[in-house]
């Protein structure tokens, strides 16, 4: 009975925070209800579905719609909000993307109007190294790298002072003679940064685990028919880009979206691979990236699974070794309404003296949510694993795989229960209500 008390209070709960949306016809106003505060507090993206009149249509495809807030507490501010056209959507509406900014009260009144077109101050997603890969930057600040096409260990980004192992290499640059995991890769995150501009990933690391790479999508027994792949360790399976590429950049959000194939033996593609990588626009305090990973068979008989069905494999994450390494994750229990899942990686990095921290947030949309959790603390690893242990997920030629999380990158250690419930609320909010504007 308490539980049931519990689940309609939280329905309630959830509908009172996220459904509150209403706007007057004439004004160009509309409100939102952060009643506890979990757009405010957490610097998430509010993701809105709206219907616009023409000239605000217009404005919208050309980044020159703002909001104003006009709350009791600010009366007609100059802060112009950006806001961002989300394409997801077909149709008559659209999809808006803003973040809310910081102030008093649960209620938040916003009036909408047109501006110049402003080209600099965007998040941007563009071309590195002779357009081989692509970097989202906040102004002058570089967020991440997305390595699309084949990255050799002489090309690895390293830290300062990361150690180097010396390879000894074969003529063809392809295997290294010392290990047989220690092949060039493409298809991956690194390096991410953090708030002060550290780095938190790893690449090529040196020792016994030379195949690991960043953030990386991937799974150490990938069966094709009979035969056994494991495009998490680069064997007989690779990740090689077609070239479909597409590039966002905006006030609110830069999002990178690839096409890449699986390739058994490097000559056979076997599963169509559709990643798309959305860094929103970063705080003081936070930077939220989303990631969706789709993956379509297009030959029979394609399974995946974690290495022997019970350890790791899926979204993999290699991280530097900071000082002060703390590793924690936490899931509800399966018959709590609703099941929160989700982990932290935090330390002081090089190049700061401030404690840093990494979230990897499921998303409860994904197959089999959630996810187990594996840690390693000796290789500076903490990742969501799918699929479920014990189990091999056969990938369809007809519906595609797809898999969510949020990265937050965040300042200090490890956040309480209450701010991280706050993430993961924010990450599942849902204020698709249509929101007419004259």
């Keep these: 009975m308490e539980e049931i008390k519990i689940f309609i209070k939280n329905i309630f709960l959830i509908l009172f925070l996220f459904g509150v949306f209403s706007c007057t016809n004439n004004s160009h106003t509309f409100t939102v209800n952060d009643q506890e505060g979990i757009f405010e507090d957490t610097d998430s993206p509010i993701l809105v579905e709206t219907k616009l009149n023409k000239t605000f249509q217009d404005a919208l495809n050309q980044n020159r719609l703002r909001l104003i807030e006009q709350s009791e507490e600010i009366i007609e501010s100059n802060i112009q909000i ?17 973040i809310m900014p910081k102030g008093k009260g649960a209620i938040r009144k916003f009036k909408i109007i047109e501006t110049e077109i402003l080209k600099n101050n965007l998040v941007a997603a563009k071309p590195s190294q002779g357009n081989k890969q692509f970097v989202v930057a ?34 063809r640059d392809t295997f290294i003679v010392t290990s047989i995991y220690a092949v060039p890769r493409s298809n991956y995150i690194h390096p991410l940064y953090g708030l002060e501009g550290e780095m938190l990933t790893r690449d090529w690391p040196d020792g016994g685990h030379p195949h690991h790479r960043g ?25 090689r880009p077609t070239g479909n590429i597409e590039l966002i950049s905006g006030p609110v959000f830069a999002e990178i ?25 970063s705080s003081e305090e936070n930077r939220v990236i989303d990631l969706k990973l789709q993956f379509l068979a297009l030959k029979d008989s394609i399974t995946i699974a974690t290495r022997y069905t019970d350890s790791y494999g899926g979204l993999n994450i290699r991280m530097q070794f900071p000082e002060n390494q ?39 949309q994904n197959p089999e949510y959630p996810g187990e959790w594996v840690e390693y603390p000796d290789l500076a690893w903490v990742q969501p694993t799918f699929p479920s242990p014990g ?48």
Aim: proline share 3%; hydrophobic share 35%.
């Design 257 to 281: 979206k690839a096409e890449n194939f699986w390739m058994w033996e490097d000559r056979e593609p076997i599963v169509n691979e559709k990643v798309t990588i959305r860094v929103y626009r």
């Design 326 to 364: 703390n590793i924690s994750y936490f899931t509800n229990a399966r018959n709590s309404k609703p099941v929160r899942a989700w982990s932290n990686f935090s330390g002081i990095f090089e190049g700061t003296d401030k404690q840093t921290g990494l979230m990897v947030l499921q998303n409860q």
């Design 82 to 98: 950006p806001v961002q056209l989300d394409k997801s959507l077909d149709g008559d509406n659209v999809k808006i993307a803003f």
């Design 138 to 171: 906040d102004g002058n600040s570089r967020i991440l790298q997305y390595n699309y096409q084949t990255v050799f260990e002489n090309d690895v980004v390293r830290a300062n002072n990361e150690k180097i192992e010396e390879y000894t290499r074969n003529e």
């Design 215 to 239: 953030i990386f999508w991937a799974w150490p027994e990938v069966y094709y028919g009979s035969e056994m792949g494991d495009i998490y360790a680069l064997q007989k399976l690779f990740a």
């Design 391 to 438: 189990t091999r997920y056969t990938l369809s030629k007809v519906e595609p795989l797809i898999l969510q999380y949020r990265l937050i990158i965040h300042a200090g250690g490890e956040p309480t229960k209450v701010e991280a419930i706050k993430k993961w609320n924010a990450y599942h909010h849902n204020l698709m209500h249509l929101l007419s504007i004259d």
